[in-house]
């Protein structure tokens, strides 16, 4: 078992860096947590805008709008209110819009002259910008009808907040929601991690035993060439149960019970399938790269290119039409489609997960006869 | 002499791979993946477009058909109205097709898929309907003014390519790194033969530093056309005053590899190779590289890190170009980066002058 211990040998070598990825990994999934439901809901809820109120009249008027202004938005205290900070929280999404009520609203208002009495910032353009808008506008146009009807200003926005409680019947049809849970994340996020580790740890050690050298020694020794490939595959298979265990026993720190259940193990089927799938693209660029800088360089060009056409860093709804057509012939995407698949699985049947670990063990045979064919054109160009 | 060592330092470092890659084709790669997977998120998610929905009318409601009609036309159209059967419109509903279905019965209701805002925006016209009606006020005051009118883009996806360009040119930090090592004598065979050469250091010095800055603002250069000009990224109005914060970033990344090169400890050049690119990653994971909202989270609470951070200044200095009308902003960005750049190659200069050799 000469092979063997020598890819063991410099596997114990790699430990730092596949360290350095679960930090990464874990650092990662912690950023996520604040994004996590735990389940989805059956009720429609429209989303609230996060809207930064300022009262300049202080009048009676402007109480009311104000208040029925934060009733139906989400409250955000903006640092300052000069045009730069706004801009600032309006351009990194920390608040859909500013509304500043200025001096003299009351006055406007009692005189039913307000057109362009509320001084707004917002994103031009945008849903959000026309959705604080129309909030406004609607309110006072309510409330000032009323108010020419000859009810006081007080009356009439207090009837106009009652006459906003009129809500239509929506019905939401689908249970699925776009906020994940976090079993959700931690899976599909490792399928970025998975190459990661198994890149940096796999390919430098084959790298060496596929050096000029090493081989050569081995091919005039009396190992047999079976042998010696028997050897580098009990490698590989070691090198993958290993960072498999050690994400398995990350799972069930992090997630806990929620591993345990059905949903849990489909998702860790769904991943061994990947993992496989990932250390024969290991086998492949194992003998490929022929200089340990590179690997770095492989590592992260294949682990990004997989993650982000392949959905694991942005969910599959939000890719284009042409980046999914393109995603379909990455593996990473069918395993996020089995990730999302046991994430919803509720009951029935759930043969579905075994047809995308099929199609992620078709992607590992390609990857390995390819490797294969590489290695016999290469013993015969050595010839 | 000068010119001499100028044309040598281009011609060697062009035969650095690695560095050519990790400044290079990495940035183009990465930005190309993150293009590809969300460069056109907030055209689908925030942009006011027309919302495609199905009326299904069990019965007939001539109020509600011209509420209808009146926001699925004209330039500034809400919705669009598709002509669906009742069983294609759940298909169509459910493969995402449209986002919404209004049934017409004895009361108007809604079927949507999502939480999100498009759903938002038709439950929020199916409420102001039912409201208008019951309070029979159909007059619409404009109460808003709206007061911000920026001449940049709003998009705010583009700090992630400010990011991308930041950590280009903090990956100078290995050009940086790579010079110095080449010119000490306890480092490398070349630096134990140019110590003996008859050149004085400062020359070699300060022509490594032009060709590194020249190369470097090159290849970040290219990596900026390839946003601009082939991603389509929109980078603003001032493209030249893009330029002193290109040179400035790299300036600062090549002094930092000078620096970390110069240290003491790690004596070997893994060891130094593995500082720079942990001080460069963490410097660009700061500046919202890898995930959003850090960058503000630390302008909260230490905004002093915010000033020493040469990625965040030049992110800054990139946003501030193309969302502020003034510049005070990148000005004063670009002075902080001037003044890191000065700091980390005089603490060099200290770190390497006069430095004997007992043997090599």
């Not at chain 1, 001084?119 to 000032?144: E, G, Q, R």
């Not at chain 1, 005039?220 to 590989?236: A, V």
């Not at chain 1, 999302?340 to 509720?346: Q, R, S």
């Not at chain 2, 240290?263 to 963490?282: V, Y």
């Amino acid at each position: 078992m000469q092979v063997y211990n020598l890819f063991l040998k410099i596997f114990k070598s790699k430990i730092g860096q596949i360290v350095m990825y679960i930090v990464i990994f874990l650092g990662i999934t912690m950023l996520f947590l604040s994004k996590t439901s735990n389940s989805p809901s059956n009720d429609y809820k429209a989303q609230k805008l996060v809207v930064s109120i300022n009262d300049k009249d202080n009048s009676l008027e402007s109480k009311l709008l104000r208040n029925y202004i934060s009733r139906n938005t989400k409250k955000y205290e903006i640092s300052a209110l000069d045009k730069e900070t706004i801009q600032d929280d309006l351009f990194f999404r920390n608040v859909d819009a500013v509304i500043i009520i200025p001096k003299g609203f009351s006055k406007s208002f009692n005189s039913n002259n307000i057109t362009s009495s509320i001084n707004t910032y917002t994103l031009p353009n945008t849903m959000t910008a026309n959705l604080t808008k129309n909030l406004v506008n609607k309110y006072l146009s309510t409330a000032l009808s009323y108010h020419k009807q000859g009810y006081s200003s007080s009356e009439s926005l207090i009837k106009a907040e009652k006459n906003a409680k009129i809500h239509g019947n929506i019905k939401l049809v689908s249970k699925k929601t776009t906020t994940f849970t976090m079993r959700y994340y931690f899976f599909s996020y490792l399928g970025y991690i998975l190459i990661c580790t198994c890149f940096v740890s796999g390919i430098p050690i084959l790298k060496v035993l596929n050096s000029k050298k090493i081989d050569a020694r081995i091919q005039c020794s009396s190992y047999r060439f079976s042998k010696k490939n028997f050897e580098i595959f009990l490698g590989i298979a070691t090198l993958g149960l290993i960072v498999f265990i050690i994400f398995t026993i990350l799972s069930f720190i992090i997630l806990k019970k929620d591993v345990l259940t059905i949903n849990g193990a489909l998702l860790f089927l769904n991943a061994f399938g990947y993992i496989i799938m990932v250390l024969s693209l290991v086998y492949l660029f194992g003998q490929l790269v022929k200089k340990d800088v590179y690997v770095s360089g492989i590592t992260n060009i294949v682990a990004l290119c997989f993650s982000f056409l392949g959905g694991i860093f942005i969910p599959l709804n939000y890719l284009s039409d042409t980046v999914l057509k393109i995603a379909h012939f990455l593996p990473s995407y069918w395993y996020i489609r089995g990730c999302e698949f046991a994430e919803n699985y509720n009951s029935g049947s759930f043969i579905e997960t075994f047809h995308y670990i099929s199609i992620e063990l078709i992607y590992a045979l390609v990857f390995y006869l390819i490797a294969v064919t590489i290695i016999k054109m290469k013993a015969k160009n050595s010839i | 002499m000068f010119l001499h060592y100028i044309k040598y330092c281009f011609i060697t470092s062009l035969r650095k791979k690695e560095i050519i890659f990790w400044t290079l084709l990495f940035p183009i790669a990465l930005s190309t993946f993150m293009y590809a997977g969300f460069g056109k998120i907030n055209e689908t998610t925030e942009l006011a477009k027309p919302i495609p929905v199905a009326v299904i009318h069990n019965q007939k409601d001539e109020f509600f058909d011209k509420a209808i009609e009146s926001i699925s036309k004209g330039d500034k159209k809400i919705i669009t109205v598709k002509n669906f059967s009742i069983n294609n419109a759940t298909k169509a509903l459910n493969s995402g097709k449209i986002i919404g279905i209004f049934y017409v019965d004895d009361t108007i209701s809604l079927s949507v898929k999502g939480n999100n805002l498009k759903e938002t925006v038709l439950s929020t016209f199916l409420d102001e309907y039912l409201q208008r009606r019951d309070s029979m006020n159909f007059s619409t005051v404009y109460a808003c003014k709206e007061q911000l009118k920026s001449h940049g883009s709003q998009d705010n996806i583009i700090s992630n390519f400010y990011a991308i360009l930041a950590m280009t040119c903090l990956f100078s930090v290995f050009t940086g790194l790579n010079q110095i090592y080449t010119l000490q004598g306890n480092l490398s065979a070349l630096g134990a033969r140019r110590s003996l050469a008859p050149v004085p250091k400062s020359i070699i010095i300060f022509s490594e530093f032009i060709t590194a800055l020249f190369l470097q603002f090159i290849i970040t250069s290219i990596g900026f056309f390839y946003m601009k000009n082939i991603l389509k990224l929109n980078f603003g109005e001032r493209i030249l005053e893009i330029f002193p914060v290109l040179i400035l970033g790299n300036a600062c990344g090549i002094a930092l590899g000078i620096l970390v090169g110069c240290l003491k400890f790690p004596r070997t050049e893994g060891g130094k190779a593995g500082l720079a690119t942990g001080i460069s990653m963490i410097l660009s994971v700061a500046d919202d590289l890898c995930a959003p909202s850090i960058r503000i989270m630390i302008e909260r609470n230490y905004p002093i890190l915010n000033r020493i951070n040469p990625a965040t200044l030049i992110s800054d200095a990139l946003y501030s170009l193309n969302v502020y009308e003034t510049k005070t902003r990148y000005y004063t960005n670009l002075t902080y980066l001037s003044i890191i750049a000065i700091i980390l190659c005089v603490i060099s200069y200290i770190l390497t002058r006069r430095n004997r050799y007992a043997s090599l």
